[in-house]
Nanobody, 118 residues
Framework: QVQLGESGGGLVQPGGSLRLSCTAS????????MSWYRQSPGKERDWVATISTTGSLTTYADSVKGRFTISRDNVKNTVYLQMNNLKPEDTAVYYC???????????WGQGTQVTVSS
């Protein structure tokens, strides 16, 4: 049974930091690119960042570049999102995604709420 479980969300003041984690099970974690997405109320789900299977390549949305860092630990089957200098517009539910089309991998976690407010 495939599972992706996010954690680490919460309430933080503007300028603060949070680290999100997403732990996977039920599939070969190292075979999948991992991404973070986010969704605010009334808006579509937006892509935030992606990391390649080995961690050698990372890409970011312009809105988070320089503030967020995606990383992974293929031994712990976990992907992380370090979020620094948070802004109110970063408020959203954050989801992790595992993807590799050639292997039929396209899995989502249940999401974790991040709220940036003073």
């Amino acid at each position: 049974q495939v599972q992706l479980g996010e954690s680490g969300g919460g309430l933080v003041q503007p300028g603060g930091s949070l680290r999100l984690s997403c732990t996977a099970s039920g599939f070969t974690f190292g075979n999948a690119a991992m991404s973070w997405y986010r969704q605010s109320p009334g808006k579509e789900r937006d892509w935030v960042a992606t990391i390649s299977t080995t961690g050698s390549l990372t890409t970011y949305a312009d809105s988070v570049k320089g503030r967020f860092t995606i990383s992974r630990d293929n031994v712990k089957n976990t992907v992380y999102l370090q979020m620094n200098n948070l802004k109110p517009e970063d408020t959203a539910v954050y989801y992790c995604n595992a993807y590799r089309s050639s292997l039929g991998i396209d899995y989502w976690g249940q999401g974790t709420q991040v709220t940036v407010s003073s």
